[in-house]
């Protein structure tokens, strides 16, 4: 294709016609049409341009396609990569490009250069052609075309904010992806302050005594977070009903109770709405501004639709951790289980030691067997359920310790010196003796770096069989 002849730029005083057309255009989308339909007028140009909105890049204005790429993530392709990199792409040979998006066959040449509004990259303006492109000189036309467009899009306001319904609609996709319940929140407070048009948002959680904060964002965010639990109570009680609840834009009014805790928090507004259901209503989200703002009626409907999204989203994410629980727990004693402790003791083994030592401690139930036999499994498993308690209980709360096995326990725990390890382990074995009466065998095992889990398991294990053979109700270091 290199005997082609390249596309000739007209001059036209470079932008003729574009100014006036631009300055007829009545909104954004026909200021974006103006320029492509200026840059059409050249042979062989297919251009097309692109603005940012709700992290994706719209199509606004092309010509020279039956079809076109959009909703394009930043980053995708010449254009979202001229976006994202905020500085001109010359593709010569479009043959030869990774970054290229194959849309129209044939085509030889791209060049893409990025709109700014404000210093702000908002999107991008591009050109194809099937016969070669003078690269500098198209460059300089397009960036010469982006700066009258910006500056009608400035005359005209800048361009529109994203609606309600489209704020929803994305954040509703985006929700339905997670399952993890902090990127739950944040996505959920984003979509509370893209759909209400307010400055901050909060999440509270019904817990045992009340309602707690559990994630907030904005200005008033640490406000929100501060809110006493006699406050939280009393928004829970206005959406009890499961009815939503807002201002009306009229600072002179006369509020409902513990309102006054909000306003003195600097919320001249605010909007509530109930989590759950109405047989069990698990929490509320609250909107709040610093402006008298009156949202319409719309904006509520769709908020509400956020709350039940934000109740499924949470009620899967639950769920999804209640199974990952499971999986990793041993469900009589709810400790980590075999599998679950051998990972962490693989991490902590290849990980920094730090100041402290890593100890290994196994721990095996004296004569469990005959417990079984003699007084039935029901109450073998109360005496494994008390001893893996007073276990824990003995443990500091950075220690891990799990089920290992039928009558066996594993705990890992750091020391100071290596001497504090056999002390952690009589601790352990004389706590279960007070504590439910059982007896124990304990072994022990410092790690001795670089070696991995499996000798450092092997060691322990071999200590607490030393003091299994000799009679059990002791503790030995391997």
């Known amino acids: 294709m290199s005997g082609i002849p390249a596309v000739e730029p007209r001059n036209q005083s470079l932008h003729g016609g574009l100014e006036s057309a631009l300055a007829e255009a009545l909104d954004v989308k026909a200021a974006c049409a103006a320029v492509v339909d200026h840059l059409a007028a050249a042979p062989d140009l297919m251009p097309s341009l692109y603005l940012e909105r709700g992290g994706r890049l719209r199509c606004q204005a092309v010509s020279g396609y039956w079809q076109v790429f959009d909703g394009m993530p930043p980053g995708a392709g010449v254009i979202g990569r001229t976006f994202v990199s905020g500085r001109p792409t010359v593709v010569s040979d479009a043959s030869k490009s990774s970054e290229y998006l194959e849309a129209v066959p044939g085509v030889h040449a791209e060049v893409c250069v990025p709109i700014r509004l404000e210093g702000r990259l908002a999107g991008a303006l591009n050109v194809e052609s ?12 397009l960036e010469g075309c982006c700066r009258l467009l910006e500056a009608r899009i400035g005359a005209l306001g800048g361009i529109p904010d994203e609606s309600p319904t489209r704020a929803l609609a994305r954040h509703a996709a985006q929700l339905a992806r997670l399952t993890e319940i ?11 302050c893209a759909v209400g048009k307010m400055d901050s948002a909060a999440i509270a959680d019904k817990v045992a005594r009340g309602f707690r904060v559990v994630a907030a964002s904005g200005a008033q965010e640490a406000d929100l977070r501060a809110l006493p639990p006699r406050v ?11 009815t939503s609840v807002h201002t009306i834009g009229q600072p002179a009014g006369r509020g409902f109770a513990g309102h006054e805790a909000l306003r003195g928090a600097g919320a001249e507004a605010l909007i509530a ?50 199974l990952r629980r499971r999986a990793d727990h041993d469900p009589l004693t709810g400790l980590a289980h075999h599998a679950t402790f051998r990972a962490a003791l693989g991490k902590a083994c290849s990980g920094p030691s ?19 036999d003699e007084r039935g499994h029901q109450h073998g498993d109360q005496v494994l359920t008390g001893v893996a308690a007073t276990l824990q209980q003995a443990l500091r709360n ?81």
């Open 354 to 372: 730090g100041d402290e030592h890593l100890a290994l401690l196994v721990v095996d139930v004296d004569g469990f067997k005959r417990v079984n």
């Open 398 to 478: 950075d220690a891990l310790l799990a089920r290992i096995g039928g009558d066996e326990f594993a705990a890992l725990v750091r020391v100071p010196q290596p001497d504090d390890a056999r002390e952690v382990a009589e601790r352990l074995r004389a706590a279960v003796a007070r504590g439910s009466g059982a007896r124990v065998s304990v072994g022990v095992a410092l790690h001795r770096p670089p070696e991995n889990e499996t000798p450092l398991f092997t060691r322990a294990d071999a200590a607490m069989y030393r003091v299994k053979r000799r009679g059990g109700d002791g503790v030995a270091m391997g």
């Open 273 to 322: 709405l109930p989590l759950g259901s109405s047989d069990d209503p698990t929490g509320f989200l609250l909107l709040t501004d610093a402006s008298p703002i009156a949202p319409p009626t719309e904006d509520i409907e769709l908020l509400e639709l956020l709350a039940v999204m934000t109740t499924s989203a949470l009620t899967t994410a639950n769920a999804v951790d209640e």
């Open 232 to 242: 939280l109570s009393e928004v829970a009680a206005w959406v009890g009903s499961m």
């Open 182 to 192: 902090e990127a739950i929140h944040e996505e959920v407070l984003a979509a509370c």
């Open 130 to 141: 099937e016969r070669p492109l003078p690269g500098a000189e198209m460059v300089r036309r």
